[in-house]
Structure formats: structure tokens, C-alpha cells
């Protein structure tokens, strides 16, 4: 069963290669479970019993939550903070501790981000994202058949965080000074995560995969 948490692409990263619906796109044998955030509060770091289980019976795990915040790291309040550091980093360490001590077949894949890299004007969101690319360089599989895969875009065009973006001039001087000279878009995401989890490539594990056009080439 792949668990598919509430995120900004469960609408966009499994719809590839257009806007069939997901469903359509996995195979029959997968049911899917993707809940609502009514139903999965991510800045709670202590999960339920049947939210735990949930996790131990999932084969393929999608982990794309996360909060970027508009304000100044000193204008945030400690549980703003805290709300952060928990949706972005813990709950994410958590499923996948969980997954890989319970489940021998586990398949994990994590949205992280460019932002690792470069840094970002919300602190705490690339500090999160720098430590989550680490943690999956570094959390050795326990069983052969497991896997644990981050993939880095750089700004996703069409996602909603980039839409709603205030800083438009910033956006397109990105696009500007990218090698591809173009922006990247939620279908490359969807077909590349799509590739990872349907054709046999378990072998790529504790590696973070950079989409970024080439933008941090230096020579």
C-alpha cells in the first residue's frame, strides 16, 4: 500500500504524465492511502497506535509535507517554531524509523529541497531540509529489499508555494540564470518519483538526487 501523506503534491506528484488521476497511474495491486490534514497533524510528534500501524503496513511511503514560513526567523513565535521543526523534520525521521524497523520492504521517498543547498530566507525550513538530505545519506537500510531516496527540486513553477510567492522578480531571475533557462515544473517531479517507485531501482538507496537544471555547476 503506498501512504501517500497530505501535501502539496499528492494533487501534483502522482499524476504523471498528465492529469490522470493517480489511481489510474498505480498499479491494481496498490490500494492507496493519502489522509486529509484533518485526519494526520504532523507538527504532533507523538502518533497514534493506529497511525503507527498505518506506517508498518505500507510498502511505499511518499513523504512531501513541509511548512515555509513568510516571516523572519525573529519574528516567530517558539511554537511556530516548534510546529516547524516537528512537521519538517521529526514526523518525517519518525515514518521512516518506524517503516524501516517494521516493514522489510519498505520503499521510502522524500520531497527535500534545493534550499539544503543554497540556504533560504526562512532558516529553520532549509535547516530542516539540510537535515533531512543528511539523514538519508547516513540511516543504513536494515534489510536488502528497502530503499530511502530524497529528491532536491529547485523552485517547482507550478506548485502552490511558488504561485503564491510574493517575490516574483526573485522567481524569474532564477529562471533567468538557470542552464536550462526555464523553471522546473510538478510534472518532472511526478514522473521522476513515479520511475523510482515502479521500476526496480532499490539499489539507488541513500542517495539524494539533485533536479535542479545544472543551476550550482561551477566550472
Not at 499528492?10 to 492511502?33: C, F, H, Q
Not at 485526519?39 to 511505499?60: G, H, R, T, V, Y
Request: with cysteine; aromatic share 8%.
Amino acid at each position: 500500500m503506498p501512504f501517500i501523506p497530505p501535501t502539496i503534491p499528492y494533487t501534483e506528484i502522482m499524476k504523471y504524465p498528465s492529469n490522470t488521476p493517480s489511481e489510474k497511474l498505480i498499479p491494481k495491486k496498490y490500494d492507496i492511502y493519502s489522509p486529509s490534514k484533518k485526519d494526520w497533524n504532523f507538527s504532533d510528534e507523538n502518533f497514534s497506535k493506529a497511525q503507527i500501524n498505518l506506517i508498518k503496513k505500507c510498502d511505499k511511503i511518499y513523504i512531501l509535507h513541509s511548512i515555509i514560513s513568510n516571516k523572519k526567523h525573529l519574528q516567530k513565535s517558539h511554537d511556530e517554531i516548534l510546529d516547524q521543526l516537528n512537521v519538517n523534520l521529526l514526523s518525517i525521521i519518525n515514518i521512516c524509523e518506524i517503516s524501516l524497523n517494521h516493514n522489510p520492504k519498505a520503499q521510502i521517498f522524500i520531497l527535500g529541497s534545493e534550499s539544503a543547498v543554497k540556504g533560504s530566507f526562512d532558516i529553520i525550513y532549509s535547516l530542516t531540509k539540510a537535515s533531512i538530505h543528511k539523514y538519508v545519506e547516513e540511516r543504513k537500510i536494515l534489510k536488502k529489499n528497502q530503499q530511502i531516496v530524497c529528491i532536491a527540486p529547485s523552485t517547482i513553477s507550478d506548485s502552490k508555494m511558488t504561485l503564491k510567492r510574493k517575490d516574483k522578480q526573485n522567481v524569474k531571475r532564477s529562471i533567468q540564470n538557470n542552464p536550462k533557462k526555464r523553471g522546473l515544473n510538478s510534472k518532472e517531479i511526478s514522473k521522476l518519483i513515479y520511475d523510482l517507485s515502479f521500476n526496480n531501482t532499490d539499489y539507488l538507496s541513500n542517495t539524494v538526487i539533485q533536479v535542479n537544471g545544472g543551476k550550482f555547476s561551477r566550472m
